[in-house]
């Protein structure tokens, strides 16, 4: 049986909310970043991770960031307006037509 079905409408909301924060959510130590693909109206999310210095007797080594693939696509972007109920643009829809 769904969890939901036991739950009131309030209740269904607040969840609703918390889902919404959660999913775009700052990530911390990181910001997010977009590499151009194969054409200019593709752009990959990635995620540039800083790292802390390395310690060494002399105090510490600095740690370049790691980039690496932000599955959470346009979520945790903080420049985008995230409607869980609207959903994703399509941005596909032109590739297909």
């Keep these: ?4 079905t ?3 409408s309030a209740e269904i909301s ?8 959660d999913l775009t959510r700052i990530l911390p130590a990181s910001k997010k970043v977009y ?5 200019p109206d593709i752009q990959v999310p990635m995620r540039e991770i800083s790292l802390t210095d390395t310690p060494t007797g002399l ?5 370049p960031p790691v980039m690496v693939y932000d599955t959470s ?3 945790t972007d903080p420049n985008v307006q995230i409607d869980l109920d609207k959903g994703l643009p399509s941005v596909r ?3 297909i037509e």
């Excluded at 590499?35 to 054409?39: A, L």
Aim: net charge negative.
């Design 14 to 21: 607040a969840q609703h909310e918390q889902d919404a924060k």
């Design 93 to 95: 829809q032109n590739w």
């Design 1 to 4: 049986m769904n969890q939901l």
């Design 59 to 63: 105090g510490g080594e600095h740690n």
């Design 6 to 8: 036991n739950l009131s």
């Design 35 to 39: 590499i151009e693909g194969s054409r």
């Design 73 to 75: 696509g346009v979520y």
